[in-house]
């Protein structure tokens, strides 16, 4: 016979197990090769589809500098572009570098290919140190603790033509992590932690 604390302890187990469960299928669906039009039909006949190269265009809304790179190629992530992107998504405050997780990357130019944007995504946050997630937060109570930014796994952007309940709404669909808009800052925060959920602009 199983206790009543027991049951309610399996209930928690299996709710928390299935929010991990979720978690790690939307940071896999951002890691999956991603299909070019027509390829679906290529799929469905057995057919081995073409994957098409995967480029970002990046601005760094701080620093001035400019990225347009292809990261992804021929079933590999290109290192030098990876170095070069963490290069422009530094903490500008203390000059820190830190490797970018690629599946952020990959959520980014998700969402570019469906907001059919050839623009640049301003990059307002990218990698923030620990020192400077920590003096932020003396600043402003939002900032969380153990921000994904000081991992490498979050940036806030912004997309020219692409208002932010459109981004959101982009955002949110692909469903690869966490999505909090900003109005009041004009960004878009993304990242490739748990599916959640935050902000005043409905998707």
């Keep these: 016979m199983v206790s009543r604390m027991t049951r309610r302890g399996l209930i928690?187990?299996?709710?928390?197990?299935?929010?991990?469960a979720l978690a790690q299928s939307a940071l896999a669906s951002a890691r999956l090769p991603l299909l070019r039009p027509g390829d679906h039909a290529a799929v469905a006949t057995g057919a081995t589809p073409s994957v098409a190269a995967r480029e970002l265009r990046l601005l760094n809304t701080h620093t001035g500098e400019k990225l347009k790179r292809v990261y992804w190629a021929e079933g590999r992530y290109e290192p030098e572009a990876l170095k070069e992107i963490a290069h422009l998504m530094r903490d500008h405050r203390s000059d820190e570098r830190h490797e970018i997780d690629p599946a952020l990357l990959?959520?980014?130019h998700a969402m570019r290919l469906k907001l059919d944007s050839g623009e640049d995504f301003h990059i307002i946050s990218g990698y923030r140190s620990?020192?400077?997630?920590?003096?932020?937060?003396?600043?402003?109570?939002?900032?969380?603790?153990?921000?994904?930014?000081?991992?490498?796994?979050?940036?806030?952007?912004?997309l020219p033509g692409r208002d932010l309940p459109r981004l959101r709404k982009v955002a949110v669909n692909i469903g690869f992590g966490g999505v909090g808009d900003y109005p009041r800052s004009d960004?878009?925060?993304?990242d490739v932690g748990p599916?959640?959920?935050w902000g005043s602009t409905r998707a």
């Design 130 to 158: 620990p020192a400077t997630n920590a003096q932020m937060r003396e600043n402003n109570a939002g900032v969380a603790r153990k921000s994904y930014h000081m991992r490498g796994m979050a940036v806030d952007i912004r």
């Design 106 to 108: 990959d959520a980014l």
């Design 187 to 190: 960004f878009l925060h993304v």
């Design 195 to 197: 599916v959640r959920q």
């Design 12 to 20: 928690g187990l299996g709710a928390a197990a299935a929010s991990c």
